[in-house]
C-alpha cells in the first residue's frame, strides 16, 4: 500500500460527507464512534443520542470505478435508550462510547456497542421473503382461537422487499460501576473484554449473567487513586494477551494464562519523562487516550493528549516510534485546560498494512503518519472540499514566526471542531472521519 | 456558573479565572499570556491554576456521573501544585504565593522541585503547623468535616462505588486533613482568602448535596 502523503503518486480525495448540512448541530447527533466490520464492507457509526447507523458499501461497476469509497445507509437502530440510576440518582447516558464488530460466520453480521454501563450484542440480518398465507394468527397478529381453526394452511414463502433487521441478542449489564471506555473482541471469537475506568471484565458472548473480572485497580481506599484505566484491547492473534492503558502514560500487556486475576502485568511499558518539558500539565497530556494494536499483532500504537506513539511488543522501556500530532499547542496547554479541551479522547488508527497510521486533531484536522517514509500530512474534513473526487489541500498551521500563505495560525484554529474519532478500511485506503455530527469518506485517488 | 444557586463570595482570582474560562469557552484559545510572561507571572499563574482546578472539581452538570478519569487528573494537577508550593515553603518560610519573586517556578511552568517525589503519598505534610492555623481559621470548612466524619459514607454505601462522587472525594480529602492537595497555607494572604472563599462555598454546597443523598438514601 502506497504512502499517505504520497507525493505525486498518491493523493486523497473527497468521496462523501454523511449527516445533516445545518449549523446547528444538535447533541444527539454528535458522532461518537466510527468502526468498519472486518471486510470493510459495512461501516458503523454511535452517536451521543444512542443511536448506530450502519453504512453498506456501495457495489463497484466497472463503469463507475471511483465509488470503492462510496457507503449507503444500511440500518439504523437505537441501540441505547436513556436511563435513570434510582440508586445514585443518576442519569445514564444512551451515549454509544463504542463499537466492534464481531468477524462474520453466517449472512448475518453482529456487532457490540456500549454505553457507559451496559454493552448489548446485535444481529444485523436481512431478510427478503415473507411467510404468507397461514390460518393461526389474526392479521394483527393475536392468535386465532384453536377451536375455531377448522383446517391447518401451510403458509408459503413470499418475495418482498429487503428489509434489514437490528435484533438485540445479548444484553450484558450490572458488570461495570465506573464508565466503560473499552470493549474488544478477542481472537478466539468467543470471549471479548470490556473495560471501564477501574476494572476490566471478560466475557462470554453467549452468557449475559456472569463475567470474569481480569483487572481491578481500584484501590481499598479511593482516596489513594491516582490512576484510571483509559483504554483496553485484545491482542489481535494471541487469545490470552490484552493490554490496557492509564492515565500516567503507561501501558500493561497481561497475559490471562498467568492467574486468573491480571493485577500483575506481564509487561509494562513507560518512556521516561524527559525532565526538561516537565509541567503542570505533563500528567494530564501524557495521559493515553487510545491503544491499538496494528493487525500484525508486532506493534501497539498509543495517543496521548499531543503525541502518537508505536511501540514494539519487544521493547518496553520506549517507543519505537513517535508522531507529533499537534505540537504547536503545547505553548497553549493553559488554555486548553481552562476550557477543558485537554481532556480530549482522541483515538488513532492503523491502516491495513500497518504502514501508515491515523488520529484526529482540533480545526476538523486530521493527522496521517507514514511509517516507511516518516512523511506526514494534515488534511482538513471540510464542507467547502467536498466536491465529488474534490482532492484534500494538506492543510499547515504555522508555528511562530511569519504565517505563511495558505497556513492557518494557532490562534485562529477552531477548538470546538475536532476529529476524535476515525476509521481506515481493513483492505483499501478509504478512510471514515467523523467531524461532530458529519462522516466524511474519503478515498485515495490514483492518476 | 456557580450552579445550584450558591451565592459566591468576593474573589477575584477565581472569577477572573471563571472569566477566562467562559471567554474561551466556545473554543478559542486565548493568548498564553500565562506561558509567555515572566518569572513574575508565575506565583499569579500558580495560584490562578489552583483556583481553576478547584473551580472544575466544584463545577459539574447535576445529576450526570463525572468523568472519573478527569477528576483523578484534576486531583493529581492540584496534588502537584501542592507539593510544589511544600518545596516553594520549604524553600523560604516567607514565601507567599503569587509574590512577584517567587522563585518557585521558572519561566515554562516547569517545577524541578515536584520531581523529588511526595506525589504518591503526600500525606507525611511537613507543614503540619502551618496547616493548623490555616484550619483555625476556617471554621466552617472545620465543622463540615466533623459533620462528614460522623457520616461514616462507607458504612452507608458498602456495596456502593460512592467514591466517584466529588462529594466524597472533597469531604473525606478534608477528613484525611493531608491527601486533599490544598491543605498548605494557600490562604495566608488577602489573594489567597479569595480561594478559600470559594473552596469553602464549595464544600457547604457539596455538604448540602451530601445531606440530600443521606436522606434519599435513609428514606
Avoid at chain 1, 179 to 184: A, E, L, P, Q, T
Avoid at chain 1, 335 to 358: P, T, V
Avoid at chain 2, 9 to 22: C, L
Avoid at chain 2, 41 to 52: A, E, S, T, V, Y
Wanted: glycine letters at 6%; proline letters at 3%; charged letters at 25%.
Amino acid at each position: 500500500m502506497a504512502g499517505v502523503a504520497g507525493g505525486n503518486d498518491f493523493q486523497w480525495c473527497f468521496s462523501q460527507v454523511k449527516g445533516a448540512i445545518d449549523e446547528d448541530v444538535a447533541e444527539a447527533d454528535i458522532i461518537s464512534t466510527v468502526e468498519f466490520n472486518y471486510s470493510g464492507e459495512l461501516l458503523a457509526t454511535g452517536d451521543k443520542g444512542g443511536r448506530v447507523v450502519i453504512f453498506q458499501h456501495e457495489q463497484e461497476s466497472k463503469n463507475r470505478p471511483h465509488l470503492r469509497g462510496e457507503y449507503n445507509v444500511y440500518s439504523t437502530f437505537q441501540s441505547h435508550e436513556p436511563e435513570f440510576d434510582y440508586l445514585k440518582s443518576l442519569e445514564i447516558e444512551e451515549k454509544i462510547n463504542k463499537i466492534r464488530w464481531l468477524p462474520q460466520q453466517n449472512a448475518a453480521h453482529f456487532l457490540l456497542s456500549t454505553n457507559d454501563k451496559t454493552i448489548k450484542l446485535w444481529k444485523i440480518s436481512e431478510r427478503d421473503k415473507r411467510a404468507e398465507g397461514y390460518n393461526l394468527k389474526y392479521e394483527d397478529g393475536r392468535l386465532i382461537d384453536p377451536f375455531r381453526i377448522t383446517s391447518l394452511r401451510v403458509p408459503v414463502l413470499m418475495p418482498m422487499d429487503l428489509m434489514v433487521e437490528a435484533s438485540p441478542r445479548r444484553i450484558f449489564a450490572n458488570a461495570h460501576t465506573y464508565h466503560i471506555n473499552s470493549i474488544s473482541v478477542n481472537s478466539d471469537h468467543e470471549t471479548y473484554l470490556s473495560a471501564d475506568d477501574l476494572r476490566i471484565n471478560l466475557w462470554h458472548l453467549e452468557i449475559t449473567d456472569r463475567s470474569f473480572n481480569i483487572v481491578d485497580i481500584k484501590p481499598a481506599n479511593m482516596e489513594e487513586l491516582t490512576e484510571v484505566i483509559t483504554a483496553a484491547e485484545c491482542h489481535p492473534h494471541q487469545c490470552n494477551v490484552f493490554v490496557y492503558s492509564s492515565s500516567k502514560g503507561t501501558i500493561r500487556l497481561c497475559d490471562m494464562r498467568a492467574a486468573a486475576l491480571c493485577d500483575r502485568h506481564s509487561k509494562f511499558f513507560e518512556e521516561p519523562e524527559d525532565p526538561s518539558s516537565r509541567s503542570f500539565f505533563s500528567e494530564i497530556i501524557s495521559s493515553i487516550s487510545d491503544v491499538k494494536f496494528s493487525h500484525s499483532g508486532r506493534y501497539m500504537m498509543t495517543r496521548d493528549y499531543l503525541s502518537v506513539k508505536v511501540w514494539d511488543l519487544n521493547m518496553e522501556n520506549r517507543p519505537v516510534e513517535t508522531y507529533q500530532v499537534h505540537e504547536y499547542l503545547r505553548s497553549k496547554l493553559c488554555s486548553l485546560y481552562e476550557n477543558d479541551c485537554i481532556f480530549d479522547k482522541f483515538e488513532c488508527c492503523w491502516n491495513g498494512s500497518d504502514s501508515a497510521i491515523m488520529t484526529g486533531s482540533y480545526n476538523n484536522f486530521f493527522r496521517m503518519f507514514d511509517r516507511n517514509t516518516r512523511r506526514d500530512i494534515t488534511l482538513e474534513a471540510s464542507r467547502e472540499s467536498s466536491k465529488p473526487r474534490a482532492t484534500l489541500k494538506p492543510r499547515k498551521v504555522s508555528t511562530g514566526g511569519k504565517r505563511k500563505k495558505d497556513e492557518i495560525s494557532v490562534d485562529s484554529l477552531d477548538f470546538n471542531k475536532k476529529i476524535l474519532h476515525t476509521a481506515w478500511h481493513p483492505k483499501e485506503n478509504v478512510i471514515a472521519v467523523a467531524a461532530t455530527n458529519n462522516l466524511y469518506i474519503f478515498q485515495d485517488k490514483i492518476n | 456558573m456557580l450552579g445550584r444557586g450558591v451565592k459566591r463570595k468576593r474573589k477575584q482570582a477565581s472569577e477572573a479565572a471563571g472569566e477566562e474560562t467562559q471567554r474561551h469557552g466556545d473554543g478559542e484559545v486565548g493568548t498564553a499570556e500565562a506561558t509567555s510572561g515572566g518569572a513574575g507571572d508565575i506565583g499569579d499563574m500558580r495560584q490562578r491554576l489552583l483556583g481553576l482546578s478547584l473551580e472544575k472539581l466544584h463545577r459539574y452538570q447535576a445529576g450526570v456521573e463525572l468523568s472519573l478519569r478527569r477528576s483523578v487528573l484534576l486531583i493529581n494537577t492540584l496534588r502537584q501544585i501542592q507539593d510544589d508550593m511544600r518545596n516553594g515553603i520549604e524553600g523560604d518560610a516567607n514565601a507567599v504565593l503569587g509574590a512577584p519573586d517567587s522563585p518557585l517556578l521558572h519561566e515554562d511552568l516547569t517545577c524541578p522541585g515536584c520531581a523529588e517525589g511526595g506525589r504518591e503519598s503526600p500525606s507525611s505534610s511537613p507543614e503540619s503547623s502551618s496547616e493548623e492555623v490555616n484550619v483555625g481559621s476556617f471554621s466552617d470548612a472545620v465543622n463540615a468535616m466533623g459533620y462528614l466524619g460522623d457520616l461514616a459514607m462507607d458504612d452507608i454505601f458498602e456495596d456502593i462505588d460512592t467514591s466517584m462522587y466529588e462529594t466524597s472525594d472533597v469531604s473525606s480529602g478534608w477528613t484525611a486533613g493531608s491527601l486533599w492537595p490544598v491543605s498548605v497555607s494557600l490562604w495566608a494572604d488577602e489573594d489567597g482568602k479569595g480561594t478559600a472563599g470559594g473552596l469553602q462555598s464549595c464544600l457547604m454546597d457539596l455538604n448540602e448535596l451530601d445531606h440530600i443523598m443521606e436522606i434519599l438514601v435513609k428514606s
